[in-house]
């Protein structure tokens, strides 16, 4: 776990803007919230993706989520308002991700890099891989 100004310094070190929220967020987080309807069939057992199982060598610690904490969740901004809940959800060894379960931070939260992620590009239409793609990008 970290404390407030600890996880400050690392985010802005990191280049990570933290910015208040204005009514552009608000659209881009009710973008974000349209991931809610996609089943991404990650398929977790035992806290291992289904990837993960198929392809172990390719995975150092686990599944996309495994460079969190370098990555800090693929965050580009903070908004000031959930500053306190990304800090209570932010350990110094798996970053947002808690093994064997998954990500801490609800769907507003996490990044659109991380929401955007997915694998067997195959399974998805065109248009979900669109929108996914244009989704890393914001
Ligand atoms: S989905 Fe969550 S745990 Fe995975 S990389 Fe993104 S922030 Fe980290
Ligand atoms: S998207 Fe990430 S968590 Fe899901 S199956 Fe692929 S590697 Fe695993």
Request: net charge positive.
């Amino acid at each position: 776990m970290s404390t407030f100004s600890d996880f400050i310094e690392m985010v802005l070190n990191k280049g990570i803007k933290i910015v208040p929220m204005d009514e552009a967020s608000k659209i881009l987080i009710s973008i974000k919230k349209l991931t809610e309807n996609i089943n991404f069939a990650c398929d977790f057992k035992n806290g291992v993706c289904r990837q993960v199982r198929a392809v172990p060598d390719l995975f150092i610690n686990g599944c996309c989520c495994g460079d969190c904490k370098n990555k800090i969740g693929y965050l580009h901004t903070i908004y000031f308002e959930n500053l306190k809940e990304y800090v209570s959800k932010w350990d110094y060894k798996d970053g947002f991700f808690e093994v064997g379960k998954g990500c801490r931070l609800s769907i507003e939260l996490r990044s659109g890099m991380c929401l955007g992620q997915r694998c067997n590009y195959e399974r998805w239409t065109p248009f979900e891989n669109e929108f996914l793609n244009l989704l890393q990008k914001l």
